[in-house]
């Protein structure tokens, strides 16, 4: 079978242009061809095609009319039996996971963004040819696509099964650090851009390789062969370190990351600090993903639909659930501690808690408006809707909690559940009613209300009582003062902006509004306490001693406001604690 071919040239990299040329050995008489306006895994309609120029076609010597259908669809009457070439130009500097990049220092590129989809052929061979840069001698390519015939820069003929692997397989470009170690027998590469020179790989790739055996063994087994069970055989990490990022998009046998470059593990410092943790939390999720999304998947994503939104109710466990685990793996995998790991549960919970959209948006109806709410996300985002990466993560810790108190005795948790999924559903596409099902086979009853108070109601998740029943200690802490007021700031010099104003708070009940910028406050004549500049929000209990009562300075559109308000309570926080004889039993461990 003939193989659907394209060629991808650095056209200019100061113009961040790529060339592209696709050449279709066998066109139909009416080809269509069009770009995705999507990338699966990340689920708002980007219109890639807004980046394309300069879009020609010939057969042979004669140029083809090219008609647009749509903003990213074009039609060609073609003459059967002669090749039809394509050539196009993508311009290419969105520096982040999920479209192209392209400068004198680093080029990379997802296929959704430069590929053009052959209607009717997506099931056909792909091959891409990368064209060394040699303006750019140095250059490295990094791919999780099947090398046919490379260099020893990684330049050079690849290949895919179909377009959808075809895309699924992101390119980095440049002259980046590479690292390698194997886990389970499996082969995995490190590259990562941008770092700084104390930069410690060796610790990087030691660490990583920590996950990837702990994840391999969670789906298949403790045993000499789990990685022989595995869906990848090979496997490819794409870091671009930059001053300030962070995410990650999962592929079939690689993942694009971006972190702060600060994040990064130094020969100088060999402690772990907050940043490095984070990163291999998003390490830890990534690579989950390889498994749970892009294998056991939404039944909804059996066949992606690239020209236009792919909903589906179950983002709660896929994104949720993966969330759960990304923790708890590092735990196991021995990279934090039982401190650290309730630590990172608390944060989570705290941050479910102090979402009012809670209690207006079902996890479930997040899933589904991830298109519209959780990819545009706005001043009112925490007021109306609730993340399913976060309530998801919880809905997960219940499942598992409630399992580990109830069935103790058959041993059952939720990582039988999850491996059982992978059987039950052959890795493949699932429904909500398949995790209903297993639920129901290994503990001989139905979960239909659980899942119906969890998942698809705004009702407070029993975490309290759970956590209390595992033996954990739930403790209180306290709010800071911008939890207090029911405000999300940013605070850069000594100027307060308003963010958000959270739903029913003390401050939407004096008036403040996003986009405000609090300058100050007057407690009155009467009060000793008089009138301040308010440099950082945390300053708000000193300068106002005892008081509780003041007056708000606040600039709106270049007008100055004055608006009275009353300083809440302080408010409780939870604080987890696992004590020393419950550790054992605890889902991390």
């Known amino acids: 079978m003939t193989a659907i071919h394209y060629a991808i040239e650095a056209a200019d990299l100061h113009a961040h242009l790529f060339q592209v040329t696709l050449t279709i050995p066998e066109p139909a008489a009416a080809q269509t061809v069009s770009l995705p306006v999507w990338i699966p895994g990340s ?3 980007r219109e890639f095609s807004k980046n394309l120029q300069n879009l020609q076609a010939k057969q042979g010597r004669r140029a083809l009319n090219l008609a647009q259908r749509d903003k990213c669809t074009w039609e060609m009457i073609c003459k059967p039996g002669v090749p039809l070439v394509m050539s196009y130009q993508v311009y290419a500097f969105d520096n982040s996971v999920r479209t192209a990049w392209l400068d004198g220092q680093r080029g990379f590129f997802n296929g959704t963004s430069l590929c053009l989809r052959v209607h009717g052929q997506e099931k056909q061979p792909h091959q891409l040819q990368l064209h060394p840069i040699h303006a750019q001698a140095k250059w490295q390519a990094a791919t999780g696509l099947t090398p046919v015939k490379t260099d020893k820069n990684g330049f050079g003929l690849y290949q895919a099964a179909n377009y959808d692997e075809l895309v699924d397989c992101p390119v980095e ?20 851009a941008g770092a700084l020179p104390s930069f410690d790989g060796k610790r990087l790739l030691a660490d990583t390789q920590k996950i990837c055996e702990a994840e391999i063994r969670f789906w298949h087994g403790q045993g000499a062969h789990a990685g022989k069970k595995a869906p990848h055989k090979n496997y490819l990490f794409m870091l671009n370190a930059v001053h300030d990022g962070y995410g990650g998009l999962e592929h079939r046998n690689s993942t694009a990351l971006i972190c702060n470059r600060a994040d990064l593990p130094r020969h100088t410092s060999p402690h772990t600090n907050e940043g490095y943790t984070t990163l291999l939390g998003l390490i830890s999720h990534e690579y989950f993903h390889t498994w749970n999304v892009k294998q056991l998947r939404p039944d909804a994503f059996t066949q992606y639909d690239y020209a236009q939104e792919n909903y589906t109710q179950l983002l709660w466990f896929f994104e949720g659930f993966t969330s759960y685990y990304d923790d708890i793996l590092l735990r196991r995998a021995g990279l934090i501690d039982d401190a650290t790991y309730t630590q990172l549960l608390g944060k989570t919970i705290a941050q479910v808690q102090q979402t009012p959209g809670r209690l207006v948006q079902s996890v479930a109806q997040s899933s589904f408006d991830a298109w519209v709410k959780y990819y545009r996300q706005d001043e009112n985002t925490p007021n109306a809707t609730v993340s399913y990466y976060t309530k998801g993560a919880l809905v997960a810790l219940c499942l598992d909690l409630t399992l580990r108190s109830k069935f103790k005795a058959e041993g059952l948790t939720l990582d039988v559940v999850m491996r059982g999924l992978w059987k039950r559903c052959k890795a493949g596409p699932m429904r909500e009613q398949d995790l209903l099902d297993e639920l129901q086979a290994l503990t001989g009853r139905i979960w239909q209300k659980e899942i119906q108070a969890w998942v698809h109601s705004t009702q407070e998740l029993p975490l309290r009582e759970l956590l ?30 308003v963010k958000s104003v959270m739903r029913g708070s003390a401050a939407e009940a004096a008036g403040l509004a996003a986009g405000d910028e609090w300058l100050g406050l007057d407690v009155g004549a009467k009060s000793q306490a008089g009138s301040w500049r308010l440099g950082k929000l945390d300053e708000l209990p000193a300068l106002l001693g005892k008081e509780r009562q003041f007056t708000a300075l606040v600039s709106r559109d270049r007008q100055l406001l004055r608006l009275p308000m009353t300083m809440p309570q302080p408010s409780t926080l939870w604080q987890l604690q696992v004590p020393q004889d419950r550790q054992a039993s605890w889902p991390a461990v």
């Open 43 to 45: 689920y708002l309609v």
């Open 173 to 192: 470009l440049g002259t980046f650090w590479s690292g390698s170690f194997s886990a389970c027998g499996i082969p995995h590469r490190f590259v990562v």
């Open 468 to 497: 209390m029943g595992q033996g954990i200690i739930v403790s209180a802490e306290t709010s800071t003062i911008a939890q207090r007021l029911g405000l999300r700031v940013s605070e850069t010099g000594s100027i307060t902006h």
